[in-house]
């Protein structure tokens, strides 16, 4: 591993901002906000920067990594675009939704950051600091969540540095973010769009938009999802206990809805993701709550059932990935 770096905290404003842009270009990791989770951000340009990321985050393999631009234009010089992503690239840009596209002759982004595909994944993504930086930096960002491998995502600048501070060098500090899962991954490689990680944009508002329902899954239906979405991830020190309709003594709970779980008063401690059953409140909670209710030092984490509707599709995957045996 990277050993220690000093790792600065930026500040949001034009300094920042400008320290930011200059460490991205000279090859450097900057972790930064966006609305969904922290990125950790190298040019995605440099293979060698793009090295870097996988290096800090002990990630054990190269997977594909999602490339940042500042605006539609900025993307279209990167892939290739069909009516379908067109579409949807019109909707939800600049927001929580990335699409897999067939590499453009113009491609700039590096082998290494596409893992060797002919696709590349694309974000515009919403937060005003992580759109301000991409302006500065003027190139594609590659920016997985800016975490170690297997951990929960970051959803401020101290769960970064909790993970990765001596490893990057920076993170520019930008609160908390407010979608709180990472990004819905649609691929349109020709033939239906596929769905290849639920996240921030809900299925059901895509297959609206598209008049057609999305395919599920690999092609094959066999292996994971997309590459690097292994099944143990976003996992905490504690055991997760998924779908719990009691807690049980020394147990944390994760709640969620106003209905309260039998035995939640012994547990170690207790969190609830949305009081009023909220899937867009809850996805904003999950990750910081994991946190918190792990650092309780309880052996068991208890989760209450989810309903599948909106965000709560991707708040059961990341769930269900907590609780996979590692
Ligand atoms: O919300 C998000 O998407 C966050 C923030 C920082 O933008 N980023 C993020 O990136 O979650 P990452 O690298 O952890 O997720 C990348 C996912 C991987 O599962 C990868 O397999 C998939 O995107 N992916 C990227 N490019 C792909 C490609 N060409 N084909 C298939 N899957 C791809
Ligand atoms: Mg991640």
Same mark, same amino acid.
């Not at 840009?93 to 929580?96: A, D, K, R, S």
């Not at 002759?105 to 590096?110: A, E, F, G, N």
């Given at each position: 591993p990277r050993s220690m770096l000093r790792t600065a905290r930026l500040t949001a404003d034009e300094a920042g901002l400008a320290e930011a842009a200059a460490i991205l270009k000279r090859g450097g990791l900057v972790a930064f906000p966006t609305e969904t989770v922290y990125g950790l951000g +190298? @040019? +995605? #340009? &440099?293979a060698e920067a793009v090295a870097g990321i996988y290096a800090a985050k002990e990630r054990p393999s190269f997977n594909p990594l999602i490339s940042h631009l500042e605006s539609f234009e900025a993307a279209k010089v990167q892939g290739l675009f069909d009516e379908t992503a067109q579409k949807l690239a019109e909707a939800f840009? !600049? $927001? !929580?939704l990335t699409l897999v596209v067939p590499v453009a002759? #113009?491609?700039? *982004? /590096?082998d290494l950051a596409r893992a060797g595909l002919d696709s590349v994944g694309l974000r515009v993504p919403a937060h005003p600091l992580a759109h301000a930086l991409l302006t500065a930096t003027g190139r594609p960002v590659a920016a997985p969540? +800016? &975490?170690? /491998?297997g951990r929960v995502s970051p959803t401020d600048a101290d769960h970064v540095l909790g993970d990765l501070d001596g490893r990057i060098d920076a993170v520019l500090e930008g609160g908390a973010? @407010? *979608? $709180?899962v990472e990004s819905t991954i649609i691929a349109c490689l020709g033939g239906t769009p596929r769905l290849l990680r639920p996240g921030g944009v809900p299925r059901e508002a895509i297959e609206a938009l598209i008049g057609q329902h999305l395919d599920t899954g690999p092609e094959g239906g066999k292996g994971p999802l997309a590459p690097g979405m292994l099944a143990s991830h976003y996992a905490p020190r504690a055991q997760v206990r998924l779908n719990a309709t009691e807690i049980k003594p020394g147990e944390a709970a994760l709640l969620f809805g106003p209905t309260p779980l039998q035995g939640a008063e012994q547990a170690k401690t207790h969190l609830n993701l949305s009081k009023n059953g909220d899937p867009k409140e809850a996805a904003a909670h999950l990750f910081s709550y994991l946190r918190q209710l792990d650092a309780s030092g309880a052996q068991t984490i208890a989760v209450a059932p989810v309903p599948e509707t909106g965000l709560g599709e991707a708040i059961n995957d990341r769930l269900r990935r907590a609780a996979a045996e590692r």
């Open positions: +190298a @040019d +995605a #340009t &440099n840009w !600049p $927001g !929580p002759p #113009t491609c700039t *982004v /590096s969540s +800016a &975490n170690r /491998s973010s @407010d *979608v $709180g």
